[in-house]
């Protein structure tokens, strides 16, 4: 009876030494990706400039050539480690007497997207505020007139140049090319008039809502 005992104990430590190491081999086998997918969370959050961004620099005296600022900047931080998902630019108070001269880029390092550029005819644009996300309905009106609400971003025609200090112009208009980059740090706006005779301004400045995922 006793050394029956004995077996019976035996293999009820046995049997627990082995729960033991598969609730252990199950641990270790979590991922640092399902690990820090656990330990993140989606935050959104919005930084603007309302400097008045004057087109061009000069104006009226000078129509055309590059807005002041230039660039106009907006320093973002308080996202850890984070990641952007989905960034809309919102730029306020918008007038101008031939808004098809009006070329807008947006960048963050070496980044860039031409958001607004050779739309809304010779229309004048009167005190607008236009909202660029990318999941809007509409794209900006090539050929006018401009009216103020949600539009995706829209570059007519592309080959737009910007005078330097500035990385690369990209063609493309969508937002998301920012996905995936670290929101944290300096993004820039540059605004050019490409024409000479109509000047303008954005007289609110501008906006960035950034939707991020980051550390808990």
């Known amino acids: 009876m006793e050394r029956a005992m004995q077996r019976a104990t035996i293999l009820l430590v046995a049997v627990m030494i082995a729960v033991a190491l598969v609730v252990l081999a199950n641990a270790m086998a979590t991922t640092p990706a399902d690990a820090a997918t656990r330990a993140t969370k989606v935050v ?44 809309n630019l919102t730029l306020k108070n918008f007038s101008h007497t031939f808004p ?6 947006l960048s963050k390092k070496g980044k860039t997207r031409t ?10 644009a009167n005190n607008i505020t236009i909202k660029l996300d990318d999941e809007a309905a509409n794209s900006l009106p090539d050929n006018g007139p401009l009216v103020g609400g949600s539009f995706r971003p829209t570059n007519v025609g592309g080959g737009d140049t910007f005078p330097a200090p500035t990385p690369t112009p990209s063609a493309q208009s969508a937002l998301s090319g920012f996905d995936g980059v670290n929101p944290n740090g300096t993004w820039k706006l540059r605004v050019v008039d490409d024409a000479g005779g109509d000047v303008g301004q954005f007289a609110g400045g501008w906006s960035i809502t950034i939707k991020a995922r980051v550390q808990q």
């Open 44 to 87: 959104t959050k919005t930084f603007s400039n309302n400097q008045q961004i004057l087109i061009p620099a000069g104006a009226p005296a000078v129509t055309s050539g590059a807005a002041a600022p230039y660039p106009s900047e907006r320093n973002v931080q308080g996202f850890d480690q984070g990641r952007v998902r989905d960034v």
């Open 100 to 105: 098809n001269d009006v070329d807008v880029l």
């Open 115 to 124: 958001v607004m550029s050779d739309v809304g005819g010779s229309t004048d």
